[in-house]
């Protein structure tokens, strides 16, 4: 039977839980409701790799995250999947294309605007200029920490409405949502993402038909 290698990046912010999820993940599906202790996986083991059979056939699903030891700009992706940390709004806006320090301008005390300006990643625009099929290339977006969001967040919660509606602007295929440590949504996710990523082999593409779609 033939086997189908999906290549598969994860961009976001440092910290933003990338690595946690990606560790829950390797613990198995039945694992992933949080009740086993998560082991971390080694970023110089990139990438982390998962073989998954389906009536489809068999797949080799290669993740990678930006802190591969290569050079992740070097990569040539099947799907893209922007992570953010759902209790840092700085990671949300990153995400974006705009300029940060034009949006929430009344969520944002001083120092974090101050802050926004100089470290500005950009990572939707990052995926639009270094990969040349980018037209076709799907995009998920997800919110990690699920659990950590706060009531008590001085820079404003982040509800799923808003992280929906960042995605939509970016013209997203997907919005999810998760929480590696407790497992909220993990198997959800993780379906979500196989999903996607089989159907990059097919000709038809992982891109979402009618916009963004929320989990």
Not at 40 to 63: H, K, T, W
Request: overall charge negative; glycine content about 6%.
């Amino acid at each position: 039977m033939e086997e189908h290698t999906v290549t598969i990046l994860l961009l976001g912010d440092e910290r933003c839980g990338k690595s946690t999820l990606l560790s829950g993940i390797s613990q198995g599906r039945e694992n992933l409701g949080g009740k086993a202790p998560i082991t971390l996986l080694r970023d110089m083991d990139q990438p982390f790799v998962f073989n998954i059979r389906s009536r489809r056939g068999q797949y080799r699903f290669e993740f990678h995250d930006t802190s591969s030891p290569e050079n992740w700009r070097l990569l040539r992706p099947d799907m893209v999947i922007l992570c953010y940390d759902i209790s840092q709004r700085l990671s949300l806006i990153n995400l974006q294309r705009v300029v940060c320090a034009s949006l929430f301008p009344p969520l944002l005390p001083p120092d974090l605007l101050s802050s926004c300006d100089l470290s500005v990643k950009q990572w939707i625009k990052e995926v639009r200029t270094v990969f040349p099929s980018s037209d076709v290339l799907p995009v998920l977006v997800l919110g990690l920490k699920r659990d950590l969001r706060s009531e008590d967040d001085p820079n404003g919660i982040i509800y799923p409405q808003e992280g929906y509606r960042v995605a939509q602007e970016m013209r997203a295929d997907k919005y999810m949502e998760c929480s590696a440590v407790t497992g909220e949504l993990m198997a959800e996710v993780f379906e979500d993402i196989c999903t996607t990523a089989l159907k990059t082999t097919t000709p038809e593409g992982g891109q979402s038909q009618g916009g963004c779609a929320v989990l």
